[in-house]
């Protein structure tokens, strides 16, 4: 049985998590969130949205592995080519979904599209680890740009 203290510490612990899992979401607002079935949905649509895979390099072609199609962005590099406005001539795509490994990450990116004037970027929710739990193909290894 555990001490008043040590649930209180445990419930501290939880408390803290919890907050931290929902701070992304908060951030973001609620429409900026997409589902994995939703997202493979769209990639069979004629106006696909452009996958942009924030992870870094060694986590998008290692295990679990990431979408076909998908582009390579990570946050640092991402910043940066939307500082400079090569991001937007080089991925005009009208549509486009972040995803990261569960979308902390995610979340961070469509905050700065936002903020770079994008207009509806989302994020994949629960990630690849999300994608790779409803059983969705992926590939591993570098297939995209950088």
Not at 31 to 57: C, F, G, I, K, N
Not at 96 to 109: E, P, T, W
Request: net charge positive.
């Amino acid at each position: 049985m555990l001490t008043l203290r040590e649930f209180l510490v445990v419930l501290a612990v939880v408390i803290v998590y919890g907050g931290i899992r929902l701070l992304p979401r908060l951030l973001t607002g609620r429409d900026a969130w997409v589902s994995p079935a939703q997202v493979r949905l769209e990639m069979d649509d004629d106006d696909a949205p452009l996958l942009l895979d924030v992870r870094s390099p060694a986590e998008y072609a290692g295990r679990p592995g990431h979408i076909r199609g998908a582009v390579n962005l990570p946050l640092p590099l991402l910043k940066s080519r939307l500082s400079d406005g090569s991001f937007r001539r080089e991925y005009p795509a009208p549509v486009i979904v972040a995803v990261c490994r569960s979308d902390a990450r995610a979340a961070i990116s469509v905050r700065m599209l936002k903020k770079a004037g994008f207009n509806g970027p989302r994020a994949m929710s629960g990630g690849m680890s999300a994608w790779e739990e409803e059983g969705y193909p992926v590939v591993t290894g570098l297939d995209a740009n950088v």
